[in-house]
């Protein structure tokens, strides 16, 4: 039998950290190289900086075992690495565009140190290209070094779960070697996926998606990746859209979607109207990819529509919850549940529902904000006048108004018609208005 490849990482972030958890729980050596301090501190306490289902068991376990060691900065430790996973961060310019500082930086010092023959995995999300860039930049230190792009499709919030079932993985080399060791690290990951779930505590999920493995170009590896999440956020845009129209038509956006998206040809996901789109990958993707139209030439006027529908929504619902008061948002205070960009995580990155809360603010209501865990992440970008509350209870405390800005099972689950606000603003849709039928708070929805 083959030894085992061993690792190394590069970036502990969402998507570094996770996936450094779950392969050195797969029995691999691990190498973890995180460069902020802070960050790296609590990694080595075998915890995630983040909040995230099940990875702080793994990442204890790594350590206890000896399979997971971390590490400051790209140096010779990583020379006994067989592949490198290069997972840093890629947030966008001023402009739009990708910043690659982080991605050219890394594969740069990493290149001084790489052994002949090892494999350079892109996780991180780059523009088309890119790859070509990096592989000419080795081929320029004499070094044989492969190249594969595999970009990464975990969802936060369920990170874990995604990386042990997951539905593709894309794996686009010149190298058909290279791009093949990377796939049996895909087929470990499979063949222990029971073991490392009962060390995360995690549930399989009721249906198994059945794993493809998609070869191609490294071009075509990188675009899918961008493709994928801009028509994402152009399904949430396309929604909202809609939304708008059936608010001012009195039609029900989400009948509208569960019969569209009963279409096998369309597909219900993503069809939910809403605050819109945050978070770390979406906004700097879309423009992103607009950017790298624009360097060939082209434009991209569908996704510059789609930015300016997101962008829009905050101030349509805080207009929309003014015109359910009949009267200045002056006199209310409002109670804003949530504040992290989605539910089940604490990343507040470019989070619409912190944009709702300021909104808000601006249009000079009182707000007092809570979210089960990204209050302390999200204390920094709420205006100063924002009160944080430490439970749901406390937050909608005497609240003539209530605005669900993220959907937390805390907030489904809550006993709605026990409340005495006026007005529940649900801005994720994810209440069944039925609950305020015999209620004397009215309930409005994006759309609904
Ligand atoms: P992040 O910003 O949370 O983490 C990147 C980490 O890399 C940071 O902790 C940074 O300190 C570290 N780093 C930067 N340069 C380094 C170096 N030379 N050596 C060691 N560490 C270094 O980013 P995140 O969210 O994990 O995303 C990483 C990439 O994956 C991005 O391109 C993102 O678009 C993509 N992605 C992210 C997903 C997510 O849900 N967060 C999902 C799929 C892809």
Redesign the pocket.
Known sequence: MEPKPTIAI???????LTTAAILSNCGYQVLA????PE?LAVIKQGKSFFYEAGIDALLKQGLDTGNLTVGN??NDSITAADIVFS????PDNPDGSSNLQ?VF??AE?AANFLHEGTIFVQ????PVGTGERIKASFVATNKNIAYVSN??????GT?VADTLWFDRIVVGSQDKAAGQAVIELYKAIEANRAAVAATAGLQAPLQIPEARYLEMSRNSAELTKVTANAFLALKISFTNSIAKLADNANADITEVMEAVGADNRIGRAFLNAGRGYG???FP??VSGLISSAAEHNLSLPIMTAAIEVNNSMPDYIVQKTQSAIGGPLADQKIAMLGLSFKANTSDTRRSPAIALANAFVKAGARLQAYDPVATTEAKEQLDPAIVLAYSLEQAIEGATCICIGTDWQEFIDFKWPAVTATLVVDCMNCLDPQLFKNSTTKYIGVGH
């Open positions: 590069i970036g502990c972030g969402y998507v570094g190289l995180e460069v902020n960050r900065a790209i997972c840093v961060g890629t982080y930086g890394a010092q996780k991180s999300t780059v970009p990464e499709f975990l969802r936060e990170a978070g770390g990958c700097k993707d």
